[in-house]
């Protein structure tokens, strides 16, 4: 847990810095699980609405179908069991409760998403309001 925060946090003051003519560009193995939850963190700083950041959260299983389906074809050409499959499947894409179990560690850590950003990550509202000038145009 202290290794994803100290990257949540360095993950903000890059995003605090960042100059506005510049991109900034972030990713992991599969963009899903710690992307999907640096996009979600970040939303909440901006004050996105839950419903729209589980929706863009979920985007993620219709922008890999197309990959997971090679890799399921290819699995199964080469003998994967229907459980390999589903594991295949699993591991290559997101399902809400991975974000509402998220969520959900953060409200017990804080209370709520909010004040995890505050408690753990050091964005103060000050910070929040520099995010929130910067990237709500």
Known sequence: MIFSQKAYTKFFDLLLKKDPEQSLLFHCTEG?????????L???ALGVDTDTIYKDYLLTNDILRE?????LEKASKYGASQADLDNIESFMSVDADYLSEAFSTMADLSGDPENYLAEYLHLDDSKIQILRNKYLV
Do not use: I, M, P, S
């Not at 899903?32 to 979600?40: E, P, Q, Y």
């Not at 990959?67 to 890799?71: K, N, Y």
């Open 42 to 44: 970040f939303y909440t």
């Open 32 to 40: 899903k699980d710690r992307t999907g939850l640096a996009t979600a």
């Open 67 to 71: 990959r997971l389906d090679q890799r």
